[in-house]
Nanobody, 127 residues
């Protein structure tokens, strides 16, 4: 069974940091791009960052570029999202998901291609 489990959310003050983890199981980790998405109350789910574990290629949305860093530990089938200089507008439920097999998205994630959504982890940034 394909599973992705996100964790690491919490409450932090503006300017602070958090590191999210996404543990994957049930598939060949290197074959799939893994993405972090977020959904704020009343808003659509949006792509934040992607990584291709097989070659380390990454993508960042403009809203987080320079503040967030995505990485993977292929031995642990885990993708991390280091979030620094957090802003109140980063408040959302963060999800990780798997892209299409051997697919890369240089212009950003195509939501319809991503699935096996985990349960999400809530990040709250206070001002």
């Amino acid at each position: 069974e394909v599973q992705l489990q996100a964790s690491g959310g919490g409450l932090v003050q503006a300017g602070g940091s958090l590191r999210l983890s996404c543990v994957a199981s049930g598939f060949t980790f290197d074959d799939y791009a893994i993405g972090w998405f977020r959904q704020a109350p009343g808003k659509e789910r949006e792509g934040v960052s992607l990584i291709n574990p097989s070659d380390g290629k990454t993508y960042y949305d403009d809203s987080v570029n320079g503040r967030f860093t995505i990485s993977s530990d292929n031995a642990k089938n885990t993708v991390y999202l280091q979030m620094n200089t957090l802003k109140p507008e980063d408040t959302a439920v963060y999800y990780c998901a798997r892209g299409g097999r051997k697919s890369w998205y240089p212009l950003g994630p195509i939501k319809a291609d991503f699935g096996s959504w985990g349960q999400g982890t809530l990040v709250t940034v206070s001002s």
